[in-house]
């Protein structure tokens, strides 16, 4: 019995050193920092369905996101949440659920960045659900276009009166027109859902002015979408997104200007993936 003990023991482990080792060796780390004066709670979902992640993120701290080979999904930064000690509650602006983790897609308005990863990555951030953070997206040691887009702006202060969503009188965040509004012309549906009849309107140019880098209605496409390869990213809350620079250094990311970062749950993904594949592949041996 000892002897088949450790022959177990020694398999198990070299097997979930193999997962483990594939994994980090195809998947895409998605460096997530807040830089805002205030906490973030960012939201991951995937496109394919709403089953996410969610955590809390304090002024200068940060994340990793490992995300699997073609994976494609969102990012955002909830903000003004309230959770009890079992992580459930609401939040102001963003929230997916009522829940920590993300259950369902997040409610606009929102400033959101989007990935569609694989041998070429697509990425943008999208203010077509409205605005309520500033967000950039940044590769890391890519091959290809490579550009950095997002919003580094605050659009909130200079929000119409007619978009702005409030909390205590203070504008918290910027609605965008078709959520406000709801009109075929302003949601790019119906006899407007074709780049040649969907246009800019007087409110998406508000936004565009202010994020030139970022999708600002539904068929902003040849100014809004970047491609890369063979990449890693950083998503920054409240950063600039000329000045700050990142590189990749072994496991680490580090980008300039940041303070007191601190790194949480670095290989909470990476551990989760490799000890499923382990357990099914113990599963068809026993």
Known sequence: MASYFTSSSKLWFLLLAIALGVYLSECTNITIINYCKETVWPGITPKS???GDGFELKQGQSAVFNAPTGWSGRIWGR???????NDNGTCQTGRCGTGLKCSE???????????TLGDTDFYDVSLVDGFNLPIVVKPVNGKGNCSSVGCDSDIRPNCPSELALKSDGKTIACRSACNVFDTDEYCCRGTFSSPVSCLPTNYSRIFKTACPVAYSFAFDDPTSIITCSSTDYVVSFCSSRNQTQCTNQG?????????????????????MVGLTTVISLGGVMI
């Not at 897609?105 to 990935?115: K, Q, T």
Request: charged share 20%; aromatic share 12%.
């Open 79 to 85: 903000t003004g949440c309230d959770f009890d000690k």
């Open 105 to 115: 897609p997040g409610d606009p308005p929102a400033s959101i960045a989007e990935f």
């Open 251 to 271: 496991e680490n990311v580090t980008c300039n200007g940041a303070y007191g970062l601190k790194s949480l749950f670095k290989t909470r993904h990476i551990l």
């Open 49 to 51: 369905n709403f089953s």
